[in-house]
């Protein structure tokens, strides 16, 4: 059903007067522009399209406008702050952790809102989430290590 | 030449051996170094290069070679890659060549651009140029630093004239202040802010999404097509050209809900070939063998040999699966048509689109975004030929991406294959004979590198670099190259046979490999994996669950060691830690070679452990990731990487090599664990749990036959 919807995006309250049943994904790459969401199997297995939404990771390649209605949805456009980058992005850098970089919002984005459930999670629970996330080039080791770190420096000086 | 010699700076054209489908123009180098570098006024460098970045890094290292040879900062560099009206003409990115073949070009063009911008700068300061210093694009008078000139300044943002006689000399690697280092990659910051731009992310004004009707199968046939429930749903723009049946909208998703709505009936094509039928065909259907390789006579010596051994190795269909499926964006405007397209292959790719619209290839501009994910599974460039074809009918800017479910269905599979081995040894443990047959995998890898006698090596087929050659009726779709094409199940055949006949004389597997080799730059890098590794000899099976395997790929000598676990009652195996040593020459980013040997290894373990593309004829049952399982975060050993200093060889092959000795290192870590020998690809649960099930039930199995 056409009709506005509202929810904040990225810390803005956007309204859209679209059908309800649209899918995020393309709402977000389409009437957006927001495209650093991508595009890579359409049946929730391979979290390239992961955003969060109210802080939970979700797929967006299944979910629609009415879903997040009055929600607050957090796109890898908005994971870094005022310029500047969120830790997992900068641990990503550090540690060289991408290669075609096609994951990698997705990766950020599972990464961000599992280090809110869980900011000191051991290199097995990593490992065990981040296990729903795909990756064909290979920078599986680099990403863990990166998201270890980002955690330690998340969770500040002990 | 690199180092000590003189760089004569000739056009490096590509030999038979890159040679590619199709092209009926050869893709040879300017040899004017301006086509690869320009100074602005204000000392930035745009660096033109027609090679494209999908992962592998070499946005970075090609920056570093210019860096490096032209006297620069990294960080005033501007790469421009894959876009076919600035760049210098390129036949793509694949086989491991940026470095190797592209590499010297770029640095020369780079080291002779400094000599011209010395010799501008010693007029200009009134010096002997060889008082003249180079810093971060700056000439000063070696102790005089107020008299100076920067490059900026020199160029005026123009081409730089030659003047100078002699060639540039290329840097020595003892000299080497960016190459040979390992800054941050330049493409990081995009990567991780989601700024970095990929094909379907590039948007043009009154751009269309198209979806294009697909055949359920390889090889059926059109009976009827029904568009009457599209042709007036608003917005749906509908295209009926025979060969191309598309819809398209300004939403991508009221495309994909009206491309449901076309009513077709379509005639399957009669082929049945099954994963379990095709190798019998490859190999009664193989066209005439070729030799790769003879010495001695192996049909001769056969009969003398102590112990001989026979086994026949074979493997599956791989699909490429990229993250991001193929996509590409065509505008056509003023008789002009730019097409950003998710392509290895720009400048192919440009010729391919001229010729699909009937127009010259000076008409056509490809640009090439980040890629994402390539592994030779994108230079067949349907989707931009569709791209160009439907912006030409609808006069607008159309987008195709294509579905998982269309990138599963139209990829260029790595060919399944078939490989027969009968080699013989001596009781001294010496292999006496090496006779054996490739069908489909395709010659690389195919020659296997120790020192043997009497030998035949023959190949018959291999995958195309395009669409279909000669032997596409072997094949029921179509073929292309996969990451080290054809390599991977070489040398899974013949590292398991070598780690087969070490087991069977009772010798450590890296004994008898170094017994069979007197390679000196081979046995330095067995010899550094085994001691990265701490490789503790033993005979196999040991019941440790450690293997080896070796190869030469691309110029780089590779060795891996790994320690896996293996559930017998599952047949699950776990790799525990693996080691790879490589001797790939002067290393240009070394944190982006062990990058490579990461991804390399990591991917690899989808064709070791259970990528196989399961089909029936031309209907490709795999349609997604749910059922064609990719290597996951928990099947990811610790990986290390070393590095065997090579500075005397110029730098060799990074994107491949790593991969071609996993599925070889994990069959014999599995032998040695077990006592099970795998000899088909990929090494599932299943298949293990099998294998080590027959061996309890045949404890009189052998493998060895006394002459």
Redesign the interface.
Known sequence: MKRPISFDLNGRRVTLDADDG??VL?VL??DF???????????G??G?CTVTVDGKAVRSCLIHLKDIERRRVL???G??HNGE?HPL?QA???H?A????????GM?LSAAAFLREIPNPSREAI??H??R????????????AAIESAARRMSGPS | MVGGGIVVFVSLGPTALFAQEGANRLFVYPKDYNAYLVIGKNGRVAVFSGKIE????VLTSQAQMVAEELGVSLASIDMVLGDTDKCPADMGTFGSLTTRMFGPVLRAAAAQARVELVALAAQKLRAAPDSLLVEHGTVFVAGQPRRRVSYGELSRGAKIVRTVQSDAILRSASEFQVMGASP??L????????????A??I?VPGML?ARLLRPPTHGATLLQLDTSGVEHLPGITLINHGDLVAVLHT???AAEDALGRIKTLWQGSATKVDPESIHERLVSQAATLKTLAKRGNVAAVRSNVKHVFEATYKKGYLAH?????HAAIAQIREGRATVWASTQTPFPTRDKIAKALGWDPMQVRVITP????G?GGKSADGQAIEAARLAQITGKPVQV?W??SEEFFNDTFDPASVVKIVSGIETSGRIALWDSVVYSAGERGAVACYDIPNVLFRSSGGASYGPPGPQASLHPFATGPWRAPGANMNVFAIESQIDMMASAVDEDPLAFRLRNLNDPRMRRVLQAAADAFGWQPAAAPSKRGVGMACNIDAGTYVATMAEIKVDAASGRVQVIRMVCAQDMGIVVNP?GAR?QI??????GLGYTLAEELRFLGGDILDR???TYE?????W?P??DAVFVKNDDLAPQGGGEPPITTTGAVIANAIFDATGARLYRLPMTADRVRLAIAALSADCSKSFSTPA
């Open positions: 649209r899918t393309w790459r389409t522009a927001l495209t650093g969401t991508k595009y890579g199997c359409g049946e297995v391979c390239a796109t890898i456009e994971l870094a980058l992005q990503f850098l550090e060289g991408f290669q075609c970089g096609y994951c990698t919002s950020l490992v065990s981040m296990e996330n795909l990756c064909r080039c290979g920078a599986h080791q680099r990403i863990v | 999908m992962g592998q890094g941050r990659r493409d990081g910051l995009e990567k991780v802010t989601g700024a970095a731009k990929y379907a992310d948007r999404y939403d991508p998703e699966a990229a993250l991001e499926p980040f890629v994402g994910g592994f991406a579905s998982r944190e990058m990461e991804g390399g290894i990591t991917m997604n990731f749910g990719i290597p996951r975060f928990s990811v610790r990986i």
